[in-house]
């Protein structure tokens, strides 16, 4: 089963403007959530994550139970935010992680 | 600290033939977990190991094996290889211990590429 969706595959903005990336998740437990990006020839890492409840770069994503959703968001993109953004969810208790497909963000000047 | 470590960067084969590939996870860390990253398509998860033992598998067929070594390093083996195993292969790596905020570090990737 999917747990995590990412609606979008590519989210163009220009620069200044808000953007909001979207992921859903299903899981009848306790998840824990996060955000991870890969810009252009770097790894993969952690953004952040939804306990901590932190701001990095400018983003923030807050747990909504009740719409399982973990949007990502920004007031005002930069150019060097484009990247690919993955959201991810982890099993509360478990080494179990699920990844959405991605969402390419592209932030034109 | 080092981060997880994967070789070799590259790699090319040619059909029909094996691929291995090799990570090293962070020190401390005994999980470990693999990924494709083929393009356009995401990531899949492939395998996930812990203190040696295969834990879970993702939807791949069966000649994509691999194993962990005593020292929780691993390898991926894919036989028989495709044109379409072409991707980038993430290993990862995480604490055994399953606490809340735990989250799996990435390695920089093998771009396997199958000609």
């Known amino acids: 089963a999917q747990r995590v969706t990412q609606p979008e595959k590519l989210l163009s903005v220009f620069k200044g403007a808000p953007v909001e990336l979207k992921c859903n998740y299903s899981y009848s437990g306790s998840p824990e959530l996060f955000w991870y990006v890969q810009y252009s020839r770097q790894r993969l890492q952690l953004l952040l994550r939804?306990?901590s409840r932190e701001s990095i770069k400018g983003f923030t994503a807050d747990l909504n139970k009740g719409e399982t959703s973990f949007h990502l968001k920004k007031p005002f993109a930069q150019e060097e935010d484009s990247a690919m953004y993955y959201c991810a969810l982890s099993e509360g208790g478990f080494n179990k992680f699920y990844f959405g497909s991605g969402t390419k963000l592209n932030v034109k000047p | 600290e080092a981060g997880v470590t994967q070789s070799p960067t590259h790699l090319i084969k040619t059909r029909g033939q094996q691929a291995t590939l090799r990570c090293s996870p962070i020190?401390?860390?005994?999980?470990v977990y693999w990924y494709q990253q083929a393009l356009g398509l995401g990531l899949q998860f492939l395998l996930w190991?812990?203190?040696?033992?295969?834990?879970n598998r993702g939807n791949f067929p069966p000649r994509f094996s691999g194993r962990q070594f005593p020292n929780y390093s691993s390898e991926l083996n894919v036989n028989a290889l495709e044109l379409e195993d072409s991707a980038l292969y993430l290993c990862?790596?995480?604490?055994?211990?399953?606490?809340?905020?735990?989250?799996?570090?990435f390695g920089e990737g093998s771009w396997l590429t199958v000609v």
């Open positions: 020190s401390g860390h005994t999980s």
């Open positions: 939804h306990i």
């Open positions: 990862a790596s995480s604490l055994k211990v399953a606490a809340s905020g735990n989250t799996i570090y």
């Open positions: 190991y812990d203190e040696g033992e295969e834990r």
